[in-house]
């Protein structure tokens, strides 16, 4: 399970790094559904103006939130993604409604988010962020704990699991750790024993 990150990988998108995402057994409440609707996943931060036109780089991007024809909101305020350039690493954005080089100032630092149910379907066995956080991690018949967030690491990606008794356990988002995710129901199954932890 992998996030792309400015070396390539997306932050905020764990990927199962092999392990077996299990189709769900329950379905969500009409308050689940209303609770997706309203979160909003972020996208990255405005970053210093590229040109005359409004254009600014984004840092910490979230490319596949970026593309042109999305509805961000920056501050209070929603726009339009009007067209994408620079990399995936260093897009650089444009905006309708942000035509010159003080507007895009104006908004640097800020946040941009997108909302939940308009982010792109991910690949098989991935996931993003807030899909993972708050699932209740178990080893077999044994509860663990509970995802606080998906950690991004050199390396890999980890979950960040809370735990009532003992420290935060990190799990790496690989196969031989995690045997399978599944966020319908809410669950994360690990293997402690890889871990090095006694199950």
Not at 40 to 52: E, F, I, N
């Amino acid at each position: 399970m992998t996030s792309s990150t400015e070396n390539g990988r997306e932050q905020g998108a764990g990927h199962a790094g092999g392990a077996e995402a299990r189709p769900g057994a329950g379905h969500a409440e009409g308050a689940a559904h209303a609770e997706h609707a309203a979160l909003r996943l972020g996208a990255g931060r405005v970053g210093r103006p590229h040109g005359l036109d409004g254009g600014f780089h984004v840092s910490a991007p979230r490319p596949r939130l970026l593309a042109a024809g999305v509805s961000v909101q920056i501050g209070d305020r929603a726009f339009t993604v009007r067209r994408r350039g620079g990399t995936e690493q260093r897009p650089v954005l444009h905006l309708q409604g942000v035509e010159d080089r003080d507007a895009a100032v104006a908004l640097r630092g800020l946040e941009i988010t997108v909302a939940a149910d308009s982010a792109p379907s991910l690949g098989e066995d991935e996931f993003w962020a807030h899909q993972l956080e708050g699932c209740v991690v178990h080893d077999g018949r044994r509860t663990i704990g509970t995802v606080a967030r998906l950690l991004e690491l050199p390396s890999c990606e980890v979950l960040e699991v809370s735990r009532e008794e003992g420290a935060t356990l990190l799990v790496p988002m690989v196969k031989d750790a995690i045997r399978g995710i599944d966020v319908e129901s809410r669950r994360v199954d690990v293997d402690l024993s890889f871990l090095g932890e006694t199950p």
